[in-house]
């Protein structure tokens, strides 16, 4: 609520943690396009258990986190129901897919990347999850939409940094619907890369500039966010 313009939020009832989730999401982003860059390189050298133990903690923290937001909608309090689809049910699938691939890197990567075939091999093993990968790209641009048609993601005056917009919330709209865009337009392409013709290695490019720019956009910003969201709490405790 708004007492003599200061803004007072009720934190324990508004557990907030899209920070790691930005911070997790991007790094999950950019070791994807690493991964897929070395096996494409030469796969016999690929440490797969490193990438699997990666893959784990990234995609632990990112199913813990959007599972419970997905379930509970802690941000609803708030007054922000919307974040808790926007942040929770995303993290939560791409949690999961890291998880999976975490799994099967574990167990099955030495075979995997050892085979003749093993650009071939991995390529179809991807190619049934990619439908689902294709869904969440055209959900994030679904997001991206609705980010600037209602002007969300607009900080409030009293969060340092981001608040400096609060009086032009399109600024942030349109750079948090920019970033999860770019990461849809990866995920769109990802069934495409995934053949065995010479147009899919311009495809393969273009996914790994659009995840790795925008991973590297998230990791900034979630870790910048560990500052601008202490800062929001510190301002708005009452």
């Known amino acids: 609520m708004i007492e003599a313009e200061k803004l007072v939020i009720d934190w324990a ?3 907030t943690y899209n920070t790691v989730m930005s ?5 999950g982003l950019i070791l994807l396009v690493a991964l897929g860059r070395e096996i494409l390189k030469d796969p016999k050298k690929v440490v797969y258990e490193g990438w699997s133990l990666a893959f784990a903690v990234l995609g632990f923290i990112l199913t813990a986190t959007g599972l419970h937001m997905t379930l509970t909608w802690p941000l ?3 007054g922000f129901p919307f974040d808790n689809i926007i942040f929770g049910e995303t993290s939560l699938a791409f949690g999961v897919l890291l998880l999976a691939a975490a799994v099967y890197l574990w167990f099955r990567g030495r075979a995997a990347l050892e085979r003749e075939d093993a650009v071939e091999h991995m390529s179809a093993v991807a190619r049934p999850v990619s439908v689902f990968v ?17 002007q969300l993601f607009a900080a ?5 940094i981001s608040g400096a ?23 769109v392409l990802f069934p495409f890369g995934l053949r065995a013709t010479p147009a899919a290695a311009k495809v393969r490019t273009v996914i790994g500039w659009a ?15 560990f500052f601008t969201h202490i800062g929001l709490i510190v301002n708005t405790m009452g």
Do not use: C, H, K, R
């Open 165 to 187: 917009f609060a009086d032009y919330p399109l600024v942030e709209a349109i750079f948090m619907s920019g970033l999860i865009a770019l990461v849809g337009l990866g995920a």
């Open 156 to 160: 409030p005056p009293q969060e340092p």
């Open 211 to 225: 995840w790795g720019l925008s991973g590297l956009a998230f990791v900034l910003f979630g870790a910048m966010n």
């Open 13 to 15: 009832a508004m557990p």
């Open 23 to 27: 911070v997790a999401v991007g790094a």
């Open 76 to 78: 609803a309090s708030g």
């Open 134 to 150: 294709l869904g969440m790209g055209l959900g994030l641009f679904a997001i991206a939409i609705a980010g600037v048609t209602y």
